[in-house]
């Protein structure tokens, strides 16, 4: 069997900057309140803009640590960002990420 080449060149993983930015997006849970809380972040983001997330119960820690895993796995391997970007773009991203 023929393995495939892959038509796209990976170098970096993309996912939505809103799962970072999202205050109490993931927070620490106490005991059971995983049974008997839901979730429902509300972010707005200027402009009339906002994001909401929804789910039959709420995330904690255990579960950034996998969305963070996932993003990890789905990068190249090996690549490194270093800590100061290069592009105008890269500085304006990096903006972004500052606590407000």
Not at 39 to 49: I, Q
Not at 71 to 94: C, D, H, Y
Request: charged fraction near 30%; proline fraction near 9%; charge should be positive.
């Amino acid at each position: 069997m023929v393995k495939p080449k892959n038509k796209h060149s990976l170098s970096h993983v993309r996912h939505d900057p809103a799962h970072c930015l999202a205050p109490g997006l993931f927070r620490a849970l106490k005991r059971g309140e995983r049974k008997r809380s839901k979730l429902d972040v509300t972010y707005d983001y200027g402009d009339g803009k906002r994001i909401e997330f929804s789910g039959p119960e709420p995330l904690g820690a255990d579960d950034l640590r996998i969305l963070q895993g996932l993003v990890a796995m789905a990068g190249p391997n090996g690549l490194v960002l270093g800590p100061e970007p290069k592009t105008e773009g890269g500085r304006q991203l990096r903006l972004f990420l500052e606590p407000k």
